[in-house]
């Protein structure tokens, strides 16, 4: 299980990275547009990435990786969890926004500092010891 786990979570990440990238451009192009903000296509990408922290969780508490490098035991999961909590906050004052430019625009940004965060996260889990 810890196995599948292992496999499935980098590749789920790296799907989550592409498809938040496609979204944030989504809203950003709706803004330009002024058309009547949509949250379903950020919802969507918000529930993968609460699936992805969950099975990095999963993995975190089975595989034992508080024992691991500092990198992986403590700025991985830190920056995942900011990466979620960004992403939902923007995606809640995007949907209490009454004007469509700006909830579209305010979705975008959240996406994209949600982006930058997912960012940091695969890139300290996926960089070589420092030593």
């Not at 979570?9 to 989504?26: D, R, T």
């Not at 430019?101 to 996260?121: D, H, K, P, S």
């Amino acid at each position: 299980m810890s196995a599948f786990l292992l496999t499935i979570h980098p590749w789920l990440g790296y799907l989550i990275f592409a498809a938040m990238l496609v979204v944030s451009f989504l809203a950003f192009g709706r803004a330009k547009d002024a058309r009547e903000f949509r949250p379903q296509p950020a919802v969507v990408v918000m529930v993968l990435l609460d699936i992805h922290v969950l099975l990095g969780i999963a993995l975190y508490a089975t595989s034992g990786y508080w024992d691991s490098r500092p990198e992986i035991a403590y700025l991985h999961p830190l920056f995942a969890i900011a990466a979620l909590a960004v992403g939902h906050a923007a995606l809640k004052r995007a949907r209490n926004e009454q004007m469509a430019v700006a909830a579209n625009r305010i979705a975008g940004r959240g996406l994209l500092i949600t982006l930058v965060l997912l960012t940091f996260a695969i890139g300290v889990a996926s960089a070589p010891p420092f030593l």
